[in-house]
T-cell receptor
Framework: GQQLNQSPQSMFIQEGEDVSMNCTSS?????WLWYKQDPGEGPVLLIA?????ELTSNGRLTAQFGITRKDSFLNISASIPSDVGIYFC?????????????FGQGTRLTINP | NAGVTQTPKFRVLKTGQSMTLLCAQD?????MYWYRQDPGMGLRLIHY???????AKGEVPDGYNVSRLKKQNFLLGLESAAPSQTSVYFC?????????????FGPGTRLTVL
């Protein structure tokens, strides 16, 4: 089936640093989503991207939908302790109907105070 | 609103036993989904439903059955559990309004099959 390659798999940073992670795919997607998962919880949607080239921000988070529709990146600026968690990218190939999402493997973010 | 709830939170089964995981949502969502999450593999879609009385297969449906008898509930069944089904199971739901639809996830059920 379709697969998303997410990198890096883990990051260890100092509080206040900026973070960058990305996802690539061999297939084209019409929607790119970024989720965050806290321990013992389900994923929560952070940012949704629906157009190639789209750049969207949500507070300190910024994500872009790649022009080729095969990649996306997420940046977090000035990291704080509550940013700790696992970040997932997800792609959907269908423009409508049930979103059968394909998820990346996740990036585990650890922050040293 | 409780959002999406899942029952139980944890369960240990022996190989060959059966069980049903319950997902409930109080947001009047049309679409519901079951995923499994394994270490290093992200979430993978098992089955989904686009409305009451309908179900469809996802990426990894083998060994699972589902039912959507009521709009607010989506059940995931394991008829004969296998160790390979040890995983964390997440349910999600969405309005089903097209390309900008957002899936809301439950807190998960951690299942261990011995």
């Amino acid at each position: 089936g379709q697969q998303l390659n997410q990198s890096p798999q883990s990051m260890f940073i100092q509080e206040g640093e900026d973070v960058s992670m990305n996802c690539t795919s061999s297939s084209i997607f019409n929607t790119w989503l970024w989720y965050k998962q806290d321990p013992g919880e389900g994923p929560v949607l952070l940012i949704a991207l629906y157009k190639a080239g789209e750049l969207t921000s949500n507070g300190r988070l910024t994500a872009q939908f790649g022009i080729t529709r095969k990649d996306s990146f997420l940046n977090i600026s000035a990291s704080i302790p509550s940013d700790v968690g696992i970040y997932f990218c997800a792609g959907s190939g269908r423009p409508g109907g049930a979103q059968k999402l394909v998820f990346g493997q996740g990036t585990r973010l650890t922050i040293n105070p | 609103n409780a959002g999406v709830t899942q029952t139980p939170k944890f369960r240990v089964l022996k190989t060959g036993q059966s069980m049903t995981l319950l997902c409930a949502q109080d947001m009047n969502h049309e679409y519901m989904y079951w995923y499994r999450q394994d270490p290093g593999m992200g979430l993978r879609l098992i089955h989904y439903s686009v409305g009451e009385g309908t179900t469809a297969k996802g990426e990894v449906p083998d060994g699972y059955n589902v039912s959507r008898l009521k709009k607010q509930n989506f059940l995931l069944g394991l008829e004969s559990a296998a160790p390979s089904q040890t995983s964390v199971y997440f349910c999600a739901s969405s309005y089903g309004t097209g390309a900008t639809d957002t899936q809301y996830f439950g807190p998960g059920t951690r299942l261990t099959v011995l």
